[in-house]
């Protein structure tokens, strides 16, 4: 799409005119909260075939499949530590529990355009930040010898505002999860990363796995960032969507140590504290890449990218 120099607001932010081109060929449509939006058939229609892709290597590793809801237990959450690391981005779900006459106060508020919100308490759930936050508690106890395979996907929310459409704050992501022997925690994240990249580059993206970080939050944060990077407990692969932009990672694989598994009393078959690892599909920044990638008409994709994606 040509757009005069001068015309177009979006002029040099590439953030701004991916997504304005998104929007413009109702392939997304969006809301009054920057980085949440509706998603057209079209978009839908990549979405699941990734999720096709990812599946079906899942069944390649004899993996438990399970769809986790957009929320987790509280008590699943607190026991993360997930606050201590991640304060800024995570959402937490409130309820009302009043009487009538509290509700009655509700309504004035509401109407008034006031702060109702402040009548409101804590729910039971928070919004899940990673699909594979909500698998540990259901998998407690002994495993049995080599691990297990789990493959689980949902909805997730990171509260971070963005132009950028490839920065969601509700987004799909598709884990496979691996939980058992150190080792094999291991190999699982390093396996997987290369099948990863594999997939990727049937789709016809260049990805590259880097050492990254999480955004740990504060002072604190740093330090432990800077550990993360130096045991390469973190491997993003990446990839250009924005050009002359950093690049964007769509896949992550991460190596959790006994971080998930210790507070949820699971243990390898020798009665260890057992270790977990993810790989995680960015499902909806993989679909915003292969649009920004191939065009905005999947019809006129290459054909070996159609071939892997619709088989
Ligand atoms: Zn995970």
Redesign the pocket.
Known sequence: MIVPVGEDAAAGDPHQELHDRLVEAGLLFSTPVQGLYGRSETYQGVVRAIDAMVHRWALELAATTIHVPPVIARSTFDATNYLQSFPDLMGSVHIFRGTDREHAELVRRVEAGGDWQALLEPGEVVLSS????ALYPMIGGRLPAGGRVFEVSGLCFRHEPSTDPARMQSFGMH?V?FVGDPDGAQRHRDRGLEVALGLLGDLGLEAEPVPANDPFFGRLGTALATSQLEEELKLEAVTPIFAGRDRTAIVSG?CHRDHFAQPFGIESDTGEPAHSA?V?FGVDRITIALFARHGLEPASWPDEVTAALFP
């Open positions: 990673a699909a594979c936050h884990e999860v991460n993810c995680a």
